[in-house]
Nanobody, 120 residues
Framework: QVQLVESGGGLVQAGGSLRLSCAAS????????MGWFRQAPGKERESVAAISRDGTRIFHADSVKGRFTISRDNAKNTVFLQMSSLKPEDTAVYYC?????WGLGNYEYWGQGTQVTVSS
């Protein structure tokens, strides 16, 4: 069992930056692939980024590539999403999630989400 708590969301102007954090409690954080997802009002949830348990495999969605960076610190049981050059279309609730094995779907554990709002 893994419990996930996101933080770092907020209101930012277009072009600004935010760093999201997701703290995990429970066993064996380093055993899990971690992912960031987002869901905007009226839209389906989409995968934003993912990182393998040892950080050697990384995925970023095309929509955020070059602007967002996922990273993790297994010693601190935390995964990060550094977001730069933010756009109004990045406005969404951002969720972190965990799963065993590499993959971009079928995540087992989810956080409660943190709101990111980008003003134009």
């Amino acid at each position: 069992q893994v419990q996930l708590v996101e933080s770092g969301g907020g209101l930012v102007q277009a072009g600004g930056s935010l760093r999201l954090s997701c703290a995990a409690s429970g066993r064996s954080f380093s055993s899990y692939t971690m992912g960031w997802f987002r869901q905007a009002p009226g839209k389906e949830r989409e995968s934003v980024a993912a990182i393998s348990r040892d950080g050697t495999r990384i995925f970023h969605a095309d929509s955020v590539k070059g602007r967002f960076t996922i990273s993790r610190d297994n010693a601190k049981n935390t995964v990060f999403l550094q977001m730069s050059s933010l756009k109004p279309e990045d406005t969404a609730v951002y969720y972190c999630a965990a799963r065993r094995g590499w993959g971009l779907g079928n995540y087992e554990y989810w956080g409660q989400g943190t709101q990111v709002t980008v003003s134009s």
